[in-house]
């Protein structure tokens, strides 16, 4: 390896942690943002199906439930230290002054999608109604403790 290269890898994988994914606060809010609502559209097709609002379709519940089980994966990444402002956003400081909650509850939320997911691919309406209830609780928990008002 020349030096001049080396020293280019190494300054890069300096910089790596600080900026995992993203270049700035704005682009992390945006993308945490965009996963959210992503995610929510594809969990209220399944929870209107569990509702009974939309009738029961397997292969669709399936098909959703699974983009639900992966996008729970993304937003956590994008609440890193100081991205509670770039853009406008809803996030408490208790994100980050009670980070360890924080993190208990995403995890639990992608474990409770990940049950969906499962319920889903199980093909039995009673357990994705139960799965689409846990689901719902644990964002509604999180949204409680840690979603505020708008801010700049
Ligand atoms: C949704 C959605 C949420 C949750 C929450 C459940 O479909 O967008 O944030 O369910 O409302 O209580």
Redesign the pocket.
């Known amino acids: 390896m020349k030096p001049r290269f080396a020293i280019a890898v190494l300054l890069g994988s300096l910089c790596l942690p600080a900026l995992a994914q993203f270049q700035t606060p704005e682009a992390a809010i945006k993308y945490r943002q965009g996963a959210f609502s992503v995610m929510?559209a594809h969990?209220?097709r399944v929870?209107m199906m569990a509702q009974g609002i939309q009738p029961f379709d397997a292969k669709t519940a399936a098909e959703n439930a699974e983009l639900v089980g992966n996008l729970s994966r993304l937003p956590f990444t994008a609440f890193g230290p100081g991205t509670d402002k770039g853009a406008p956003n809803r996030s408490k400081d208790e994100i980050w002054k009670e980070s360890a909650k924080f993190k208990a509850a995403s995890d639990k939320m992608v474990a409770e999608a990940a049950k969906l997911e499962a319920a889903a691919r199980g093909g039995d309406f009673e357990a994705l109604k139960t799965a689409v209830g846990t689901l719902?609780?644990s964002?509604?928990s999180c949204?409680d403790d840690f979603r505020g008002s708008k801010r700049e």
């Open positions: 929510a969990f209220s929870a719902g609780r964002c509604k949204h």
